[in-house]
């Protein structure tokens, strides 16, 4: 947590982490709604709430504050990459490969923006493009690899994937 939050507010956000890691998205729900409207309009508090919309599939609310986010800290990736999942999980996904593509270079350094540009390329059957960004995912984190063999996004690729004997 961000050391610079009131004590309080810290103890909240790691309630509703936890609530998150627990599969228990209502509860963390209501811790959120829970917090005075100064501290539910931090954009740490703000990127929180989206995770818990995400996971409950609650798609417009989701994007709505996925936006809010990504105009609070337009140099910060997460916002956009929230917002672009939120877009292709609701079939907009040619508006969620520009999301990312129109978002900050800070971007670049993250091996979920590469990632969730391969698997919106593939779907939108760009294959040689979604080799080049799943290749870049993996080298910067190599845990994207088994992701991907199961990812239905990359099906078309799935036959590349196979795992080494």
């Not at 960004?133 to 196979?162: G, Q, V």
Request: glycine letters at 4%; aromatic letters at 6%.
């Amino acid at each position: 947590m961000n050391a610079n939050l009131p004590i309080e507010h810290q103890k909240a956000l790691t309630c509703v982490q936890g609530y998150v890691e627990l599969g228990m998205p209502q509860e963390a729900l209501r811790e959120l709604k829970a917090l005075p409207a100064p501290l539910r309009a931090s954009p740490i508090t703000i990127e929180m709430h989206v995770v818990v919309l995400i996971r409950m599939e609650r798609w417009k609310p989701a994007t709505t504050l996925a936006r809010k986010l990504c105009k609070l800290q337009p140099a910060l990736p997460a916002g956009f990459i929230h917002l672009a999942y939120c877009l292709h999980e609701t079939g907009q996904t040619p508006a969620a490969r520009d999301t990312l593509l129109k978002g900050p270079k800070a971007l670049q350094k993250e091996a979920t923006y590469f990632y969730n540009l391969a698997c919106y390329e593939a779907v939108l059957g760009n294959l040689d493009s979604a080799r080049r960004h799943l290749a870049r995912s993996i080298s910067i984190n190599k845990r994207f690899l088994e992701f991907a063999r199961k990812d239905n996004d990359l099906a078309a690729l799935h036959p590349e994937l196979k795992e080494s004997p």
